[in-house]
């Protein structure tokens, strides 16, 4: 009839059946360490224990540390917060570069993280400052001058 309102029924929606979970693989997961209990050292009179377990995530905050170049965050990461104090130790005694690199490596080493090396710094005189002016390279006594002029240049390069 017209003007009747029709009747109309919700419209059920078809039932559906939940997925079931997949069960994923944390890829992190090959990253992860199980070396054992944490082995307890001393360095310059700082007791740490280095731990030797970690998950994928541990392992990859440690990894990014080391790219970064945050070495005490990356001793953090294996000591459980004793990085800054070991690090103090070692800055302390004032040693070589290699020394210093050798002894933090052993640290890191013994985590069983030890993917890449802390590589000690080149010798002053081999890490001149790009664009040093003579003067700052004769008063250090890194290089030393002769009676003798140099040849005049043109200004070109080997490419030109």
């Known amino acids: 009839m017209p003007g009747t309102q ?10 559906t059946q939940p997925e079931p979970a997949v069960e994923r693989f944390n890829v992190l997961d090959v990253l992860a360490q199980d070396g054992g209990e944490p082995q307890p050292i001393t360095l310059f009179g700082v007791d740490a224990d280095v731990r030797r377990n970690f998950t994928g995530e541990e392992a990859v905050k440690f990894y990014a540390h080391m790219s970064n170049n945050e070495l005490i965050d990356a001793l953090d990461v294996i000591t459980d917060g004793a990085g800054r104090a070991l690090w103090d130790a070692v800055m302390g005694a004032k040693l070589n570069t290699k020394i210093t690199a050798d002894l933090l490596n052993k640290v890191i080493s ?13 010798p002053p005189s081999a890490a001149r400052m790009a664009g040093a002016v003579l003067s700052q390279a004769l008063d250090d006594g890194s290089t030393g001058t002769s009676e003798k002029s140099s040849a005049a240049t043109t200004g070109e390069t080997a490419n030109d």
């Open 6 to 15: 029709k009747k109309t029924t919700p419209r059920q929606a078809p039932a």
């Open 110 to 122: 013994l985590s069983g993280l030890s993917e890449g090396e802390i590589v000690p710094l080149s």
